[in-house]
């Protein structure tokens, strides 16, 4: 059974920094595609980052203006979120995504597994 468990969310002032990691069980973590994705209240989830099985291709969302890093270690079948200079619109459910493909990036479809998702909440 494939797992992915999520953490590192929370409240942090605008301006400030997050870290998000998600520990995958269960799948071939270091051949596969990992992403994440975000929801907001009322909005559609939207795109946030993926990287390949090799880390060497990344993905971003057109919204982020370099504000964020995806990376992984595939020692630890781990993936990470570094969220840096952070807004109030950044205020969402964050979601960790596997695929079963090596490279993978947006839309959802690409991707298999879903993380429960940290809740992100940036104050003003």
């Known amino acids: 059974q494939v797992q992915l468990v999520e953490s590192g969310g929370g409240l942090v002032q605008a301006g400030g920094s997050l870290r998000l990691s998600c520990v995958v069980t269960?799948?071939?973590?270091?051949?596969?595609?990992m992403g994440w994705f975000r929801q907001a209240p009322g909005k559609e989830r939207e795109f946030v980052a993926a990287?390949?099985?090799?880390?060497?291709?990344?993905f971003y969302g057109d919204f982020l203006k370099d504000r964020f890093t995806i990376s992984r270690d595939n020692a630890k079948n781990t993936v990470y979120l570094q969220m840096n200079s952070l807004k109030p619109e950044d205020t969402a459910v964050y979601y960790c995504a596997g695929s079963s493909s090596a490279v993978a990036a947006s839309p959802e479809s690409a991707f298999d597994y879903w993380g429960q998702g940290p809740q992100v909440t940036v104050s003003s």
């Open positions: 269960g799948h071939a973590f270091s051949d596969a595609a």
């Open positions: 990287i390949s099985w090799s880390s060497s291709t990344t």
